[in-house]
């Protein structure tokens, strides 16, 4: 699927995720820059979602899923910025994108690995 367009979204200085506006006018955030923004390797969450669907899901996967994580991925087509060719970026809804910077935020003690500079 293609987006309409792509922009990242600054939370603060460093902390930030592709976000992408789909046909349907909804957003689509990147499972790669969820990851990296929450300290973890770029394939985390994407490894971890497709995990479930082989076996009985981890345990982090399952407290996601009774939260309401949808775990439904869609692959967007982002073309680099030269045009001549493109990635796919493995995106979550919105909902999905919450779901789990709160879960990892409460659970992992998200603050002491991505604290934002503010300048003090």
Known sequence: MKATKQATVQFSDGVSVDAFLMANDSFRYGLTYISVLLGHAP???????????????????????KKGFTAYQIDVKTPHEDESSSSIAHTVSYEDFCLIVEHDA???DFGRRATPNFGD
């Open 43 to 65: 394939n985390y969450f994407r490894r971890l979602i497709n995990s479930g669907r082989t076996k009985k899901p981890p345990k982090k996967l399952d407290a996601l899923l």
């Open 106 to 108: 409460y659970f992992h």
